[in-house]
């Protein structure tokens, strides 16, 4: 079973507002990646890291900001909310090496709601 | 880049038959795709994939196929049961891309008892 942990689970704040949602793995991965899932159910990749120090813009433009300074931790930060960030945000990651068999394992999201 | 498109986009279907969803890609360096489920509530969890030089795999009621030659897959469950309703979604990348996964847009099954 996958260890990879994203909090909060659920946020609803004002416009405006700064927010930085947590992702978290034990699994000693060095790839991670957030996508957006919108309602509509696509899954669109926005950040990824390959490690510490490495992070890169995804396909979907995003106004959210990453960082990538411990393996395990791998937040994702949006500076002043707005309702068109009102989405779902999947946090991911995958093994290394001989342990990189190209399977993503998944948190259980963060769904945003920017009023 | 990659451009996965995935249909239905909805399917309904009875307990014990069959359900097939399609994909197509557009990248003919794409070498691996994988198939997810998302539950409600939950992250997407792999439950079958393809690389490029294997044309069918089977995982006791789910396979994929692959045509590389036409860039379409598709996962097939047989014998349906409830638990099988969730969404599906297919994905492809090149593995030497570090597995950022190019996702179709999604299948929502239902399986009616």
């Known amino acids: 079973e996958a260890d990879i942990y994203q909090t909060p689970r659920y946020l609803v704040i004002g416009t405006g507002k700064k927010i930085t949602l947590e992702c978290s793995q034990t699994?000693?991965?060095?790839?991670m990646y957030w996508y957006q899932q919108d309602p509509g159910m696509e899954l669109h990749l926005i950040h990824y890291?390959?490690?510490?120090?490495?992070?890169e813009k995804g396909d979907l433009s995003s106004e959210s900001t990453v960082s990538r300074i411990r393996t395990e931790h791998f937040p994702l930060t949006l500076e002043s909310a707005r309702p068109s960030h009102t989405s779902q945000y999947l946090c991911?990651?995958?093994?290394?090496?001989?342990?990189?068999?190209?399977?993503?394992?998944f948190g259980e999201g963060s769904r945003l709601t920017v009023l | 880049g990659e451009n996965v498109e995935q249909h239905p986009s909805t399917l309904s279907v009875q307990e014990g038959d069959s359900a097939v969803i399609k994909c197509t890609y557009s990248?003919?360096?794409?070498?691996?795709f994988p198939w997810y489920k998302q539950e409600l509530g939950k992250g997407p969890q792999l439950i079958i994939d393809i690389r490029s030089n294997v044309g069918e795999k089977k995982d006791q009621r789910i396979a994929v196929t692959l045509n590389k030659t036409a860039k379409h897959f598709s996962l097939h469950i047989t014998e349906t049961q409830p638990e099988d309703s969730a969404v599906y979604f297919c994905a492809a990348s090149r593995r030497a891309a570090g597995n950022k996964l190019t996702f179709g847009g999604g299948t929502r099954v239902l399986v009616k008892p």
């Open positions: 991911a990651s995958s093994g290394t090496g001989i342990f990189d068999t190209g399977e993503l394992f």
């Open positions: 699994m000693g991965h060095d790839k």
């Open positions: 890291s390959y490690g510490v120090n490495s992070t």
């Open positions: 990248d003919s360096a794409s070498n691996y």
